[in-house]
């Protein structure tokens, strides 16, 4: 029997588990956990602040499938990675967090940085624990990849007081069996009801103007590929949420893209006129259905989810189906098999994608061009870095304007290849998320689309980057304003500017990238964009930050104002004559 203490067992469990990076910065109280983690094989990631860590962690799972892995200590540095770990929770990334907690006999005394780390992260995690004994910590780890890995991935967390690193322990593994029979109450149902899937495929097969409305759920689920199958088999259109762009490609010509409030005009159009909508591995966010009472109202619903919480949550199903959204579509597509094999014929879809190609080419995605000697338009310049962009580039964003324009501008082939906070919304996910995802797929290119608003609250990470040697680049669409809120501002507050403005010339950037060991470059005509990207994309061994002075008067568009019907879309100016005539 081998002894060892509950801080070598942490490292030894997380060895088991196959993880090979951490991401964290080390204090008090997490201190005994990262002396045995120098004879390990586990590759540490030393962050400039706690946060920076747990986006880290969603980055690499988001590329990788695999959990991510934050590391930090008591107090707030555990506070410091509720952002990360709620954001994950919201996009249902697998994530395991690990927090230094005081020792057991000075929980509840105030003790020099203590907090309720349980507590504060329970409605943020699927699962979190505070282990009071060092002969815990085996089953403590196994119980934490489990969840956050099976069912509805999410986050977990551990919380480890010192004296439990410290004390001494008898190492043992547990089995899958124990891990299971240690969490009765967790069992999550992976396997449709038979019944509702052949329910699903006889709508299937009856519809008239049916949707595919795909979610991130598939590509947690690893489901692109019975996606295509079903696509083909039936020939019905795909939309792409936010989160599940690249689920399906994009060149594909059944791929619709993204709808909602800043989806493309022909998609949410498309919704609305449905008559079914298919939904795999999505929850109706209000991003998508706009004011629910008038979303697609003509529209039965099937809805494929493993969490049966989001069942009825927001709009009721004709045919609710709880399971994995992989397993699930592939029991959908045998049923339809089926039932054609018994005569069944699909209605002629013609009319219904005519009908859609018409709106597509009425209501392109498109923006005005820079003028000469005018800013640029970021959209001009993120549709430069995809053509240029090598194959299989990964792309992670921030939040706001160019996370929108990053998903309607941007041709996404491949799963696994956009990175980006939805549910929560977090500004300053993209600089960390990427050097988690290179970390993740080192064999990649990855472009961090940000903006000024964004690339502030957390570009000390790119330090991290510099130090740690893992080359990202950056494309900073600058327009000196918080685009978003100034957008909001401008169209429904009466051009009330009010506390948007950040600065035209402070902080240089160019200067502070080369402060943190980055190559820096400033972008302010249109000749100058496509050999400042060709540049960015020649250096491999060093993080680069191209900065582009872009139009602060630019909007995204379409649009769906907050609260309205998806049918009162705004339109680029440029098409709203023909939207006129159309109503």
Known sequence: MTRMTGAQALIKALEMEKVDTIFGLPGGCILPAYDPLLESSIRHVLVRHEQGAGHMAEGYAHVTGRPGVAMVTSGPAATNLVTPLMDAYMDSIPMVGITGQVGTNAIGTDAFQECDTVGITRSCTKHNELVMSAEDVPMAVRQAFHIATTGRPGPTLIDLPKDVL?????????????????????????????????????LIMQAERPLLYVGGGMLKARAAEVLRELVELTGIHVVTTLMARGVFPDSHPLNLGMPGMHGNAYTTTAMQQSDLLIALGARFDDRITGRVDSFAPDAKIIHVDIDPAEQGKVRKPDV??????????????????HLRDGGAVQPELGPWKSRISGWREQFPTTYEQSEPGKALKPQYCLEQLRDAAPEGTILTSGVGQHQMWSSLHWQFEEPYTWVNSGGLGTMGFSIPAAIGAKMGRPDRTVWAVDGDGCFQMTAQELVTATVERIPIKVALLNNSYLGMVRQWQEMFYD????????????????????????????VESPEEVGPAIEKANSINDRTVVVEFRTDSDEKVFPMVPAGMSNDDLLVHPSQCAIRDRLA
Do not use: F
């Open 166 to 202: 410290q004390n001494e322990m008898t190492w043992y593994w547990p089995s899958d069996d124990e891990v299971i029979a240690s969490l009765p109450g967790y069992r999550p149902n992976t396997k449709g009801h038979p019944r509702m899937i052949k329910e699903a495929a006889k």
């Open 495 to 522: 051009e009330r500017y009010s506390e948007v403005y950040l600065s035209t010339d402070c902080p240089d950037y160019v200067k502070w990238a080369e402060s943190m060991g980055c190559v820096g470059i400033r």
């Open 320 to 337: 609710p189906i709880v399971g994995d959204c992989r397993l699930v579509t592939e029991e959908i597509v045998k049923a339809i098999r």
